[in-house]
């Protein structure tokens, strides 16, 4: 499955953003789709993720301010972005998994099977 992340760019403190993933060749039916992002510097860490079951988890971080869904043809996942603040600045990738059980494994990037290309979002007056 390839993973292409898109929606990125330049916003200003405040503003709002929302992030695409979709897969090429498939549908996202039965699978869990996480965010991450990466930062200059710093280690990938975990945004949110949405389970097959609509199940949605965040990190501490970001509640209240992002939304992950799944579209209505559930070939999208969407990460809805929120007041956004110039610490969030860094690149989003999406990753997915088909055999991923709701637990521990969704906050770490390497327990998905695929991980795409991610997208820059910068934060910025």
Not at 33 to 38: K, M, V
Not at 99 to 118: E, K, T
Request: aromatic share 12%; hydrophobic share 35%.
């Amino acid at each position: 499955v390839q993973l292409q992340a898109f929606g990125g760019g330049l916003v200003q403190p405040g503003g709002c953003l929302r992030l695409s993933c979709a897969p090429s060749g498939r549908t996202f039916s039965g699978y869990t789709i996480g965010w991450f992002r990466q930062a200059p510097g710093k280690e990938r860490e975990f945004v949110s993720a949405i389970g097959s079951d609509f199940r949605t988890v965040h990190d501490d971080s970001v509640k209240g301010r992002f939304t992950i869904s799944r579209g209505n043809a559930k070939n999208t996942v969407y990460l809805q972005m929120n007041n956004l603040k110039p610490e969030v600045t860094a690149v989003y990738y999406c990753a997915a998994d088909s055999r991923l059980p709701f637990g521990s494994g969704w906050f770490r990037a390497q327990s998905y099977d695929y991980v795409g290309q991610g997208t820059l979002v910068t934060v910025s007056s």
